[in-house]
């Protein structure tokens, strides 16, 4: 899973580099349902296909992209009346969110009103917001399919407004992630802040991350030295355990050169 095929329920997605790593590939997928006695119905199965539509994406040699038949409901949409709409709406442009830089950020004035004890008002900024993700996904990028035999970069930054992380491999974006703060995390120090933004971004790509060499990025200092520390606080233990399992290294990069980073926090 996720190094030649994706399944989700009953699709099954089959990938690889080359011809003949991908009739390799056919032949262990089908013999496993073969020996596990599932059946797939042949007149919806394609084979040797160059491009691929699967969940709402469009997938080829170029990589990952948004399927455009879905962008067109997302730019069609009317601006949400009720708590509930806004809730569809986000449910449908979070789905893509990995395309989009800055997602947490951009639908923060939106997500507000998902608030219970938030009165329901359209604001500018939640108009803003509104056609600022609409406009993202029209533009969104093309992202490249990971080689889990390649190391990966990690870049992290934490700010006051949330947390943001961007996967790289040859130089070439594989996905955007990025979240706001949870009301308790509000209280914690600079430091907390940037490692908690390197364990989520461990967490969200562990499927990709686990078993391969991780080079972290962040642009505050004393991170560099978290495994050599031995005055932590709990939550900082709890953080380290859960690093150790993953072959990363932790490295200082400077506000200014972790921009990608930086743009998502």
């Not at 969940?55 to 708590?83: M, Y």
Request: hydrophobic residues 40%.
């Amino acid at each position: 899973l996720d190094e030649f095929v994706v399944v989700f329920i009953d699709n099954i997605l089959i990938y690889s580099q080359s011809k003949e790593d991908h009739q390799h590939h056919l032949r262990l997928v089908l013999g496993k349902l073969r020996e596990h006695q599932l059946y797939a119905k042949l007149s919806k199965c394609e084979f040797w296909l160059s491009e691929v539509k699967f969940l709402g994406h469009v997938i080829s040699a170029k990589g990952v992209a948004v399927d455009p038949e879905t962008v067109t409901a997302v730019t069609d949409w009317k601006q949400p009346k009720t708590v509930t709409q806004v809730r569809s709406f986000l449910g449908l442009a979070g789905y893509y969110r990995r395309f989009i830089e800055n997602f947490s950020k951009i639908a923060r004035p939106m997500t507000q009103l998902l608030k219970k004890e938030e009165k329901f008002v359209w604001s500018p900024q939640c108009e803003k917001a509104f056609q600022t993700l609409k406009e993202k996904l029209v533009s969104s990028p093309v992202l490249i399919l990971p080689d889990t035999h390649k190391d990966f970069m990690v870049y992290c930054d934490a700010s006051r407004q949330g947390l943001g992380c961007v996967l790289m491999q040859d130089g070439h974006v594989v996905a955007y992630a990025s979240r706001q703060l949870r009301p308790h995390e509000g209280n914690y120090p600079t430091h907390d802040l940037e490692l908690a933004a390197v364990v989520h971004a461990l967490k969200i790509w562990r499927h990709y991350l686990i078993g391969n060499r991780c080079e972290i990025s962040t642009d505050h200092k004393s991170l560099k030295y978290i495994f050599t520390q031995s005055d932590l606080n709990l939550r900082q233990r709890r953080w380290l355990e859960l690093i150790k399992d993953y072959d990363v290294g932790i490295h200082n990069h400077p506000g200014k050169a972790n921009v990608v980073a930086d743009a998502l926090s």
